[in-house]
């Protein structure tokens, strides 16, 4: 079975411009074949794309703006993760033979129809994500003795760290009284604490071992997947304050890379809103339960960027069918030591953590160089 | 007759199955166990709050009904408080969304 490597990788900056969806892609597509060496449209077998846009067919459209007749090519939705989702599909293909080469494209628009779930009307009038993320907020802090005041260190953080990323959509610092002191959302929910839907895309090629060195002297491999899908609709989660497919698709994906949580140098966690990275942390089982926070304060106050290096969802911005990949990006460069200003000291693991839906369903990526 | 056509008219009923007698929810016309025929029936409009929130003034809270089935729905009265007793005073559907407006009253001992 051919290993399966990330070869190549291009982004546009996260913003509000009113840009058409085919754009994106292509713009997120050229940027990876001028930063990928010796790649040619010819060397790609499949074409995905990740988008929760209402627009059809486009991967054959990307595909024929970019000069590609490619074996394999459709698109992907699945809300927040379809990142994710789109590489795990490019996995499989490189790995029951049918593809060497794959191209990722995902892109989205600020005004991207997957910011809400249609489907659970059970949510009632209460269907947009602040709400759901309000009830996280709330079930966390009281079962956890957790503060809005400590929960704000996660927008902090992520804000600092994604002034060192080019492509961000924030590049300014806010502190703590800046989250507590902006537009209150609900009772348990602040402007700052959220992710912005924003417009961006990214690209990543992945290759079988066989053809990996035509591309790059540092290949980043994937070394463990796992997800989990457990409901579509929120009230089904059995509990608020953790997230259990997070959970099962961590377990699954440190036994596909045979590592555990002490392996991992450098992670990207989905932080749709502040009170998501203290919750994925507890469910991966980097933290005790309840401890997501003590961890994020600890790394804030040491100056350590191992969570969330570019900034997270909140930092970056959140176009949703764009996310996960960029999420990868990050860890592939870190890996490649190519992180710029962002570099996490001897990064040699690093773990991906992209969820859809109050965590209904979740991706967890391992990765090694 | 369906749930939606129903809840058109403030009826909220449940969906149960005939053959295992689950309640199977979101509502469906089939059972997500034995994948048999489900019947409609009305849903008892007495819940309890499992977690709650407010936006400006207006509480809102995910409930709990035939110790089954978890709604959102709007507090229309009372001070709400979790594993606290709420009922349905109205449901229906406006602009394209459900709606559930519940009162809160404090558990008597």
Request: aromatic share 8%; proline share 3%.
């Amino acid at each position: 079975m051919p290993k399966v490597a990330i070869v190549g990788y291009g982004q546009t900056k996260f913003s509000k411009e009113d840009l058409k969806i085919e754009s994106i892609l292509l713009k997120a597509t050229k940027n990876l074949f001028d930063s990928t060496s010796n790649l040619t449209q010819k060397d790609i077998d499949a074409v995905l794309v990740s988008t929760n846009n209402n627009s059809k067919y486009l991967s054959a459209i990307l595909s024929e703006m970019i000069g590609i007749q490619p074996k394999i090519s459709h698109s992907i939705e699945s809300l927040c993760n379809s990142g994710t989702n789109s590489i795990v599909s490019a996995y499989s293909y490189i790995k029951s033979g049918l593809a060497e080469v794959v191209l990722i494209s995902g892109a989205e628009r600020y005004d991207s129809p997957g910011q809400i779930l249609e489907w659970d009307n059970l949510r009632g009038e209460y269907k947009h994500p602040v709400f759901w993320a309000s009830i996280f907020s709330k079930s966390y802090k009281k079962k956890y003795d957790v503060t809005d005041e400590d929960l704000a260190f996660v927008p902090v953080k992520n804000h600092k760290h994604s002034k060192n990323n080019p492509y961000a959509f924030s590049q300014k610092n806010i502190s703590i009284e800046d989250v507590l002191n902006s537009k209150k959302l609900t009772d348990d929910l602040r402007l700052l604490d959220c992710s912005r839907p924003c417009t961006g895309g990214s690209s990543v090629l992945l290759a079988s071992e066989k053809y990996c060195k035509q591309f790059t002297d540092c290949p980043i491999w994937i070394t463990g997947i796992g997800q989990k899908t457990t409901f579509a609709s929120f009230t089904k989660n059995q509990t608020f304050h953790n997230m259990e497919s997070t959970k099962q698709a961590a377990k699954s994906a440190f036994n596909m890379a045979k590592r555990c949580q002490n392996d991992i140098d450098v992670m990207e966690i989905h932080d749709a809103f502040s009170v998501c990275e203290p919750m994925a942390l507890d469910s991966i089982g980097f933290s005790n339960q309840g401890e997501g926070i003590k961890m994020i304060k600890e790394s804030y106050s040491s100056e350590s960027s191992k969570i969330n290096p570019r900034g997270g969802l909140i930092g970056s911005g959140h176009p949703l069918g764009a996310t996960g990949i960029s999420q990868t990006i990050e860890i592939t460069q870190q890996l490649q030591s190519k992180a710029n200003k962002r570099q996490v000291d001897k990064a040699n693991i690093g773990l991906i953590h992209n969820m859809a839906a109050a965590a209904t369903s979740s991706t967890v990526l391992v990765l090694e160089n | 007759m369906n749930f939606e056509s129903e809840l058109k008219k403030g009826k909220f009923l449940i969906s149960e199955c005939n053959h295992c007698k689950k309640i199977v929810w979101p509502p469906s016309e089939f059972c997500n166990q034995c994948l048999k025929e489900n019947s409609w029936r009305k849903c008892s409009p007495i819940g309890t709050i499992i977690e709650f929130s407010k936006k400006e003034n207006t509480y809102f809270c995910v409930a709990k009904f035939e110790n089954s089935i978890k709604i959102i729905g709007e507090i229309i009265s009372g001070i709400p408080k979790v594993n606290g007793i709420v009922k349905i005073v109205d449901c229906g559907i406006k602009n394209n969304n459900y709606f559930f407006k519940m009162t809160s009253k404090m558990l008597s001992n």
